[in-house]
């Protein structure tokens, strides 16, 4: 799999059938080792042992109605009250982070109000820090840590 940008952590992956899978710590289930599935575990862990996000309040897959249709989040956080605290969207290496992709995320949290966008491929990362009375969004040089 390819390097990303972000530190390296010690996954559990294995070979069935002529493919892999890694075990997500999550979901407490092996999963299909994609590329944006490489992007959405490492970032995971990123936050749990770097950004000291305890993973009880991480959500991963995560079910979401967004205008009366089902959707799913990549990753979400949330804070110790239940709220959702960020919601990062994961794209595989090779997909260009575009307008479209912020797009898709504000409208996820349109109705979650989360109070920190994530839009990654593993080699680019984009953090948005929400005003949600202003509607407006600043960009972010780094995701803050847990508190």
């Known amino acids: 799999m390819i390097r990303l940008n972000l530190p390296q ?3 559990r992956i294995k070979s069935k059938e002529n493919k892999l899978y890694i075990f997500d710590r999550n979901r407490k ?3 299909l080792l994609t590329d944006e599935e490489w992007v959405r575990q490492h970032f995971v862990e990123y936050l749990v042992n ?3 996000y305890p993973r009880s309040l991480i959500a991963v897959e995560k079910q979401c109605t967004v205008e009366n249709m089902i959707k799913r989040t990549d990753i979400m956080v949330f804070d110790r009250k239940g709220e959702a605290e960020i919601i990062v969207e994961c794209k595989a290496p ?4 575009s307008q479209s992709t912020f797009d898709q995320i504000a409208r ?3 109705q979650m109000k989360a109070n920190y966008l994530i839009v990654t491929n593993g080699l680019e990362h984009f953090i948005c820090q ?3 009375e202003a509607r407006e969004y600043k960009f972010l040089k780094d995701i803050p840590n847990c508190v």
């Open 9 to 11: 952590y010690p996954f």
């Open 130 to 132: 929400m005003d949600h």
């Open 50 to 52: 770097d950004k000291d």
């Open 29 to 31: 289930k092996e999963v």
């Open 108 to 110: 996820y949290n349109l």
């Open 94 to 97: 090779h997909v260009k982070i």
